[in-house]
Antibody, heavy 117, light 108 residues
Framework: QVQLQESGPGLVKPSGTLSLTCAVSGGPISSGFWWSWVRQPPGKGLEWIGEAYHSGGTNYNPSLKSRVTVSVDKSKNQFSLELSSVTAADTAVYYC??????????WGQGAPVTVSS | EIVMTQSPATLSVSPGERVTLSCRASQSVNSNLAWYQQKPGQAPRLLIYGVFTRATGIPDRFSGSGSGTEFALTISSLQSEDFAIYYCQQYNNWPPYSFGQGTKLEIK
């Protein structure tokens, strides 16, 4: 059974960089899937942020592309999100998820992140 | 970017009723349409993909239909555990994958 678990700071200062990690268990991260980040602002819907493949390929939401990096660390069986120049609008619950055929079949429990000074 | 529009935003229904939720795409997404269920404080859960195919463990009271730009999720007989928010997602044109804004099912 695949499990995903997000970790990282719950509070980030404005103009800083949000950094989260998603630990994958129950299978190797290099097993042929893409790995995504999705966020949900308080009381709002879901927004896909970006995805990465174990060999280094990435795709990003054009609305966030200039600020986002998603990467895979095969040695630790985890993947990461970095979002730079954050503002209050980036306050959200951040989910990591596995892409299987471009659908999200496994999700982490979510990591709440607040941007505030 | 393909915009997904769900209607209605909120639906008040009674347990045991049949309900249909709608999802419209701003352009054709062929059959590349999925549905997710989200309960308060939980991550979304995959219900249906490829318009019709139920994910593992999803009961058969959930069914999907549609093609092109118009899609529906039907729950044949609402159970108490079905009261949640439902999102559709297109994966035909990406990036980005795009979600609808959600339909909240609440108890009447």
């Amino acid at each position: 059974q695949v499990q995903l678990q997000e970790s990282g700071p719950g509070l980030v200062k404005p103009s800083g960089t949000l950094s989260l990690t998603c630990a994958v268990s129950g299978g190797p991260i290099s097993s042929g899937f893409w790995w995504s980040w999705v966020r949900q602002p308080p009381g709002k819907g879901l927004e896909w942020i970006g995805e990465a493949y174990h060999s280094g390929g990435t795709n990003y939401n054009p609305s966030l592309k200039s600020r986002v990096t998603v990467s895979v660390d095969k040695s630790k069986n985890q993947f990461s999100l970095e979002l730079s120049s954050v503002t209050a609008a980036d306050t959200a619950v951040y989910y990591c998820a596995r892409n299987k055929g471009r659908i999200f079949d496994y999700w982490g429990q979510g990591a709440p992140v607040t941007v505030s000074s | 970017e393909i915009v997904m529009t769900q209607s209605p935003a909120t639906l008040s229904v009674s347990p045991g009723e049949r309900v249909t939720l709608s999802c419209r795409a701003s352009q054709s997404v062929n059959s590349n349409l999925a549905w997710y269920q989200q309960k308060p404080g939980q991550a979304p859960r995959l219900l249906i993909y490829g318009v019709f195919t139920r994910a593992t463990g999803i009961p058969d009271r959930f069914s999907g239909s549609g093609s092109g730009t118009e899609f529906a999720l039907t729950i044949s007989s609402l159970q108490s555990e079905d009261f949640a928010i439902y999102y559709c997602q297109q994966y035909n044109n990406w990036p980005p994958y795009s979600f609808g804004q959600g339909t909240k099912l609440e108890i009447k």
